[in-house]
């Protein structure tokens, strides 16, 4: 019994430490989470974030970063009621965490848009690993919280890949639980936990980075690959074309999309698909060259985040002059 005891205590003062280390020593940040929302394609639910929550990155450098005051990726935004919201669609490389939140594009867009008013507001809708049609039901979600002004998609690849592994015809339709938070004891007791502990959501991070490596997936995103479009592809999957009219019918003329993608003739037809069925449209197949990423073929860096920031400025204020 006193063996037990003593074991006991020794584990208790070392979880302490350990905590202490990782907490104040390194500064790796808790969870951070807010809720799970639940329906999202594919992953079946996504997380929130709490204001002001901190997230580590190493692409960039060994970096911890807060989000901002409504728990998403860039600057603070303001808190009026009556604000123009604009949405700012993608997957990892709109979520910009490799770089600091006021150099991130959404960011760089945010403060330039204070030439056209103080009522607008940027969100940074990026989200890890996400495609278009995953995308579509996280705007869905997003605009019974924010209602959108402007709804901007941001691609960078062609998606092939990514769209081929769900079921076809691609269905649209919102689940039953759609939006609902996930409310399970294990969710619950699990993230209080993570929230409560850097060290245990170090552990649980380090379990699951592992676990990834392990398990590839259709939508699992390779940051460092060079090329973004899918082997082989000369044309624009119908996947897309068809996600890209999902978004034009929700969202009318409110709708823009943009293209990075870094081939011109897949932009070309994009062109010419989006002015069939007048969507309002923009590309720039320069953005994503090596020297606007980091290691010349990862994420965007803090030139390539400027440049990206800057051109949905030039684009919205061409887009508002069409739409007037």
């Known amino acids: 019994m006193r063996k037990a005891f003593f074991i006991s205590l020794a584990l208790v003062f070392a979880f302490i430490l350990a905590e202490i280390i990782v907490r104040f020593v390194l500064s790796y940040p808790a969870y951070g989470v807010e809720s799970s929302i639940l329906g999202i394609p594919y992953r079946g639910k996504e997380l929130t974030y709490k204001p002001h929550s901190k997230y580590w990155n190493v692409e960039g450098g060994n970096n911890i970063f807060s989000r901002n005051n409504i728990g998403l990726n860039g ?150 690959e060079d090329n973004l479009l899918t082997k082989g592809v000369v044309k624009l999957p119908e996947e897309l074309k068809t996600t890209i009219l999902e978004f034009q019918k929700a969202y009318g003329t409110k709708f823009l999309l943009v293209s990075i993608i870094p081939q011109d003739s897949l932009n070309k037809e994009l062109m010419g698909f989006c002015s069939v069925n007048k969507i309002n449209c923009f590309t720039d197949s320069q953005i994503m060259i090596k020297t606007n990423r980091l290691n010349q073929n990862g994420h965007l860096n803090e030139a390539g985040n400027k440049l990206l920031g800057e051109k949905l400025y030039e684009f919205y204020k061409e887009y508002l002059r069409i739409n007037k």
């Open 75 to 224: 600057i603070d935004v303001n808190d009026i009621q009556t604000s123009k919201n604009i949405f700012v669609l993608g997957n990892s490389f709109i979520k910009a965490s490799e770089v600091s939140p006021e150099l991130m594009a959404t960011s760089v867009f945010q403060k330039q848009l204070a030439d056209l008013g103080n009522n607008y507001r940027v969100l940074n809708l990026g989200f890890y690993s996400h495609d278009p049609y995953q995308l579509y039901f996280l705007s869905e979600f997003f605009k019974r919280k924010y209602q959108p002004e402007t709804v901007i998609l941001v691609i960078e690849r062609d998606y092939g890949a990514w769209l081929s592994g769900y079921e076809h015809p691609l269905n649209f339709n919102l689940p039953a639980d759609f939006g609902n938070e996930e409310s399970g004891l294990k969710f619950k007791l699990a993230t209080y936990i993570r929230n409560s502990s850097s060290f245990v959501n170090l552990l649980a991070s380090a379990l699951k980075l592992s676990s990834a490596g392990n398990n590839g997936s259709q939508t699992e995103e390779t940051p460092d």
